[in-house]
């Protein structure tokens, strides 16, 4: 249960960040760098125990398909964005519309909500099962903040943005966009 807490806690700290960041706050980009490292703490407590339970197929499968989503999670927030200008500096954040924001405006979502799902696979737990439902829901939450009245204050051109490309399900238009950008 306390991992679920901390979990939880973690997108006050994401949310801080976000304040911080639109108040020029010197300290802000602590509270993401906080708010990540609590979550990533509350993820590997809630798989560990599972990590000596007999290993079948279906969890092996499951393990390494949670961690190519991780990994996808991480291209997205770190690469994709310039990870610096992004996350450890107080200057205003540019634009990205490119890769996979091409496609919609919060794409690192979609990574999250699976590979909590095949971490609960691969483990089986009852908390694992609550974080999957739990952790993408306060994600996407905080993501609609983000959206709706955060980023338009300190991501210049953000609602134009919003008007030619989706909030969380890719479009035709938005598909199509981000296939052509890689020819």
């Known amino acids: 249960m306390i991992w679920l807490i901390i979990g939880s806690v973690s997108f006050v700290f994401l949310l801080l960040f976000d304040i911080g960041k639109i108040r020029g706050i010197r300290y802000a980009p602590i509270a993401f760098w906080l708010g990540g490292g609590?979550?990533?703490?509350?993820?590997?407590?809630?798989?560990?125990?599972?990590?000596?339970?007999?290993?079948?197929?279906?969890?092996?499968?499951?393990?390494?398909?949670?961690?190519?989503?991780?990994?996808?999670?991480?291209?997205?927030?770190?690469?994709?964005?310039?990870?610096?200008?992004?996350?450890?500096s107080t200057e205003p954040q540019q634009l990205q519309k490119n890769g996979p924001y091409a496609l919609c405006r919060h794409p690192a979502a979609w990574c999250m909500l699976f590979m909590y799902l095949f971490l609960w696979l691969y483990a089986g737990t009852k908390e694992l099962l609550i974080?999957?439902?739990?952790?993408?829901?306060?994600?996407?939450?905080?993501?609609?903040?983000?959206?709706?009245?955060?980023?338009?204050?300190?991501?210049?051109?953000?609602?134009?943005?919003?008007?030619?490309?989706?909030?969380?399900?890719?479009?035709?238009?938005?598909?199509?966009a981000f296939f052509k950008q890689r020819n």
Do not use: C, H, M
């Not at 398909?65 to 310039?82: E, S």
């Not at 955060?150 to 989706?166: A, Q, V, W």
């Open 38 to 88: 609590l979550l990533s703490v509350a993820t590997v407590g809630l798989v560990l125990p599972a990590v000596n339970q007999k290993v079948q197929a279906l969890r092996y499968v499951s393990g390494i398909v949670a961690v190519g989503f991780l990994l996808a999670l991480l291209y997205i927030l770190f690469v994709a964005l310039p990870a610096k200008r992004t996350y450890s």
């Open 131 to 176: 974080a999957f439902v739990l952790f993408p829901l306060l994600n996407l939450l905080y993501i609609w903040v983000q959206d709706r009245y955060l980023f338009p204050r300190y991501i210049e051109g953000y609602d134009e943005y919003k008007l030619e490309t989706p909030f969380l399900f890719p479009t035709r238009k938005s598909i199509s």
